[in-house]
């Protein structure tokens, strides 16, 4: 199977981002000097200093070295939460764009289900019922994604049955399991991919909704709990912008790096989108 | 020796109706595609199935292969009744039955490559064990549809091809199941004309080299004429005459296929061709007319077209018609 990836300059720049917070995630340790979760008492809410690239917080940690440990939680929430809303999505949206009739319809009535009720408020409740893990943020995400999925390639499917190819292969006496494998499927899946790089973007922004209102890993560090931790400790009162600002940022230019090569993909397999 | 058979063939489908309509009216309304067919076809024939676009040639034929779940009728394929063997024993059957597309473009997997292709439907039914076994079958396959040298093509996508080599590539996978009785749904409509003869001769010479029974759907006349043993004309669902092609050709009964027949492009010889041109489409095969369902159209249409549908009866020795007006220029 080939894919014909061809990335515009947007795409590569939002890749080098990427690129460069996955290093970070690696290999944190290589970049900071201090441990992230060594408190401080006598050095709390200092500014940037050589020190302390971007200040300490209200307990004393170096908040550089908790933005470049946060990469790693976001990143693996962006990551594993759509490698599960799109498994999810991608069998749901295959079976009932496939089978025609109950199937279908059952299926399709549960997505608009879960496409109609508001996610944040779902996301609370979920979070708030299974208990403040890391992990169980990342179920509940990826659970709460793939109703998107599924419509995107339910949608595609529903095009790509009718194409003669899979009724040859019912002339040639493939299983349906066969069919939906290896001939919708990889037919589906570059439109998979691009929305994928999409869903990164807003499964790493709900883990900051749900951690900043309080419900996040308190044993793990994320930009989410930086942002929440600062907004408890008021510190905006203590004028200390270097708490606050840098998570911020670290938010908008992953889930912008995230947008920007998805777009890219998006016109790369779309040719209706490519400029010319 | 007869190969397929069908019987009073019958292919309706059901019309989605709104949910309000629904309600206040009981009658489920169908469209009927086939309406009622039969016919035999025999060993190593090539029997061609001639109308108009809309007329249920496709349907009918994919209903004779499993692909469209007929409404009623039987057929029966060197005596065994397809329709009432179990999905699992039919698997059996469907490699001796198998179809060729019209449009090349849509019949093959665009992410498989030629190889791929070729091979699945070995593997599928345990010709081969993997891939790699099946390269001396496939290279063998490849020249027989005169893609020469076979190995540069292996590995060429879909995209890469032509339409023309796009066909001999699906005609190659439909062939290499070994089957015997092939539908050719419109196989070269789709193509250049320059490469329309040469797949058309591949295709005969492959007939005779693998003795096949071709079913061979067109609405090109001439093509029929050129390349069929036998012919029958479809309108609206049903079959109007069947019989030997040249003599269908030369001495046409229906009024429907006489139209048909007077507008096929001859070479001049001096003598000139009325040509008819029928009025109007063909119905909505949800509305049928009544009685004769070629009536509204005809040229000739008396009384009693509009009351009674015509039965389909025997002309001449092979030759068939579904005209009143035949039965009455015999009686006096």
Known sequence: MKFRIRLNIKGIIGLTIILVEVFFACFPSLIVFHNPHEMNYSAIFLGPSREHLLGTDEVGRDIFSLLIFGTRAS???????????????SIVGLLSGYYKGIISEVLMRFTDLFLAIPRLPLM??????????????????????????????????????????IERGKAFGYSDFRIIIFHILPNVLPLVFA?????????????????????????????????????????????????????????????????????????????????? | MVKIEIKNLKVWFPVRTSFLKSLYSK????????????F????????????????????????MIRLIKPTSGTVRYSGVDLLSIGKNEFRSYRRKLQIIYQDPYSSLNPKKNVF??????????????NFSEGKDIITQILEEVELTPAESF????????????????????????????????????????????????????????????????????????????????????????????????SNPQ?????????????PTSGVKHKKIILKGNPPDSMNIPAGCRFHPRCFEAKDICKRAEPSIVKFNKNHYVACHLLSQKRKP
């Open chain 2, 40 to 63: 035999k076809i025999k060993e190593e024939e090539i029997f061609c199935l001639a109308g108009e676009s809309g007329c249920g040639k496709t349907t009918l034929a994919k209903a």
């Open chain 1, 124 to 165: 609370l409740v979920l979070v708030a019922l299974v208990g403040q893990s890391i992990w169980n943020i990342i179920i509940v995400i990826g659970l709460l994604l793939w109703s998107q999925v599924a419509r995107i390639v339910r949608s595609q499917t529903l095009s790509i049955r009718e194409k003669s190819f």
């Open chain 1, 75 to 89: 990143l693996m929430v962006g990551f594993i939460a759509v490698g599960i809303s799109t498994t999810v999505g």
């Open chain 2, 254 to 266: 229906h009024p429907y296929t006489k139209a048909l027949i007077s507008v096929i492009p001859r």
């Open chain 2, 27 to 38: 009658k489920h309304q169908y469209s009927h595609a086939v309406d009622g067919v039969s």
């Open chain 2, 154 to 249: 292996f590995g060429k996508y879909p995209h890469e091809l032509s339409g023309g080599q796009r066909q001999r590539v699906s005609i190659a996978s439909s062939l290499v199941l070994n089957p015997d009785f092939i539908v050719a749904d419109e196989p070269v409509s789709m193509l250049d004309s320059s490469v329309r003869t040469e797949v058309l001769y591949m295709m005969l010479r492959l007939k005779k080299k693998r003795k096949l029974t071709y079913l061979f759907i067109t609405h090109d006349l001439s093509l029929a004429w050129l390349i069929s043993d036998r012919i029958a004309i479809m309108y609206l669902g049903k079959i109007v005459e069947m019989g030997p092609t040249d003599e269908v050709v």
């Open chain 2, 116 to 129: 791929n292709t070729i091979a699945e439907p070995l593997k599928v039914h345990n010709f081969i064990k």
């Open chain 1, 195 to 276: 929305n994928a790089i999409l869903l990164m973007g807003s499964a790493i922004y709900y883990e900051v909704t749900v951690s900043f209102l309080g419900l996040g890993d308190p044993t793990h560090i994320s930009w989410g709990m930086s942002l929440h931790y600062a907004f408890e400790s008021s510190a905006i009162l203590y004028r200390a912008y270097w708490y606050i600002i840098p998570p911020g940022v670290a938010i908008v230019i992953t889930v912008l790096a995230f947008t920007l090569i998805g777009n890219a993909l998006d016109e790369s397999f779309n040719p209706k989108l490519r400029e010319r």
